[in-house]
Nanobody
Framework: QVHLVESGGGLVQAGNSLKLSCTAS????????MAWFRQAPGKERDFVAT????????SYADSVKGRFTISRDNAKNTVYLQMTILKPEDTAVYFC????????????????WGQGTQVTVSS
């Protein structure tokens, strides 16, 4: 059974940084592209960033380009999201997801999901 477990969320002031982690089990991690999505209250789940199997290819939503960095450590079955210059509009539940397709930016392209971690950015 596949499990994705996110951690690292919390409350942070605007302008500060936060790093999320997502550790996977039950799948061959190095064969999956990984991604982060986020969902604010009353809104749809939005794409944030994705990274290819070997970590060399990435794609970002325009709203986070230059502020967020996705990375992965296949030896640890973990994907990260380094978030800097956080804004109140970044407040959301952040989900990690796994796909056997390459650099998909839509939620229905992902096969497995974590439970999410809350990120709250105060102004």
């Amino acid at each position: 059974q596949v499990h994705l477990v996110e951690s690292g969320g919390g409350l942070v002031q605007a302008g500060n940084s936060l790093k999320l982690s997502c550790t996977a089990s039950g799948l061959t991690f190095s064969r999956y592209a990984m991604a982060w999505f986020r969902q604010a209250p009353g809104k749809e789940r939005d794409f944030v960033a994705t990274i290819g199997w070997n970590g060399r290819s990435t794609s970002y939503a325009d709203s986070v380009k230059g502020r967020f960095t996705i990375s992965r450590d296949n030896a640890k079955n973990t994907v990260y999201l380094q978030m800097t210059i956080l804004k109140p509009e970044d407040t959301a539940v952040y989900f990690c997801a796994a796909s056997d397709r390459f650099l998909v930016v839509v939620a229905n392209g992902y096969d497995y999901w974590g439970q999410g971690t809350q990120v709250t950015v105060s102004s």
